[in-house]
């Protein structure tokens, strides 16, 4: 039993059981006869659109697991705050908008010294 749980999250995680034939084959018969003891006149087109909502679904979880595990690792790795604040903004700009107009303004009385 643990050993199948193992082999279903490594699948998970590796994404190759929904493209083997033998798992898909067994999975629609498994389907179509459980949807088939509940509904008598069960069409094998639904079993058919209930695997492929599944493995879309699968897909959508997969994807979006690594996109967690990515920003997780990220968030651990970076040593500074990867949200910034309007107020951090609002300083960096002004202090940024400071330092390049006293450069300009410096340039200009250097260059009048010097040319003249």
Same mark, same amino acid.
């Given at each position: 039993m643990k @050993?199948?749980?193992? +082999?279903?999250? /490594? ?8 493209? +083997? !034939? @033998?798992?898909? =084959?067994? /999975? ?8 088939? =003891? ?10 058919? &659109?209930?695997?492929?909502?599944? !493995? ?6 997969? !994807?979006?697991l690594l ?7 990220i968030w651990?790795?970076? &040593?500074?705050? $990867?949200?910034?604040?309007? =107020?951090?903004?609002?300083?960096? $700009?002004?202090? =940024? ?5 006293? +450069?300009? !303004? ?5 260059? +009048? $010294?010097?040319? /003249?």
């Amino acid at each position: 039993m643990k @050993s199948l749980k193992l +082999k279903q999250l /490594r699948s998970f995680f590796t994404f190759d059981l929904p493209v +083997k !034939y @033998s798992y898909i =084959d067994s /999975r629609f018969r498994k389907t179509h006869e459980g949807q088939r =003891d509940i509904y008598a006149s069960w069409p094998a087109a639904a079993t058919r &659109s209930r695997l492929i909502n599944e !493995y879309w679904s699968n897909a959508l979880w997969h !994807y979006l697991l690594l996109v967690v595990v990515a920003a997780v690792a990220i968030w651990f790795c970076v &040593s500074t705050p $990867i949200v910034v604040t309007a =107020d951090q903004c609002k300083t960096d $700009i002004l202090s =940024d908008l400071t330092a390049f107009t006293e +450069k300009l !303004y410096w340039m200009r009385i250097y260059s +009048k $010294i010097f040319i /003249r």
